[in-house]
């Protein structure tokens, strides 16, 4: 009884470490020490990697906006959604701050753009309720892929960030994939 005890308390903690209490996603460490094993697998099925980044279009605003508690209750709603979106071989991370990070193997930069099209969609489409308002926000998405645009966890992450920032720049609420 005692071994079971201290196997779950293992596991709690094992799960604590990995994820963000917020969002219900993979942290920064977990997507950090899974990157590289992702690739390595794509490698050896000759596959394709997407690479996922977006960010909540002006999150500072929001919270100046609104507060910090409803900054939080939005990003746990887009956790909610990126868990929803994404598939049991996807790694759904939050990277920090308002930014994820989406890695989905087996996945060619075209069906990426379609999946991150609809998550895109579908936070736009979100109503979050806090104290008797009706809260909206939009996201702006990057993408990069393995092997096209590189073979390296931080090039693909550089890559896909450029291309987030391509999208802020073209006006937010959009999905770009980066180009060489």
Not at 143 to 172: F, M, N, T, V
């Amino acid at each position: 009884m005692q071994l079971k005890r201290v196997e779950s308390l293992q596991e709690e903690l094992r799960e604590r470490a990995i994820r963000d209490s917020l969002t219900g996603l993979f942290n920064r460490r977990y997507l950090d020490e899974s990157f590289p094993k992702k690739i390595n697998r794509m490698k050896k099925k000759e596959s394709a990697l997407a690479v996922i980044m977006l960010d909540i279009d002006h999150f500072k605003l929001f919270n100046d906006t609104h507060g910090h508690t409803a900054g939080d209750e939005l990003l746990a709603v887009l956790g909610q959604l990126l868990r929803n979106q994404t598939r049991q071989s996807d790694i759904a991370c939050r990277y920090g701050g308002e930014e994820f990070v989406i890695l989905l193997a087996d996945t060619s930069l075209e069906v990426a753009a379609k999946r991150a099209e609809g998550i895109r969609k579908a936070f736009e489409e979100t109503q979050i309720r806090f104290e008797e308002k009706s809260l909206q926000a939009t996201i702006s998405i990057g993408i990069s892929i393995y092997p096209d645009h590189g073979d390296q966890p931080e090039a693909l992450i550089i890559q896909a960030d450029q291309a987030l920032y391509q999208a802020k720049s073209s006006g937010r609420n959009c999905v770009v994939a980066w180009r060489k």
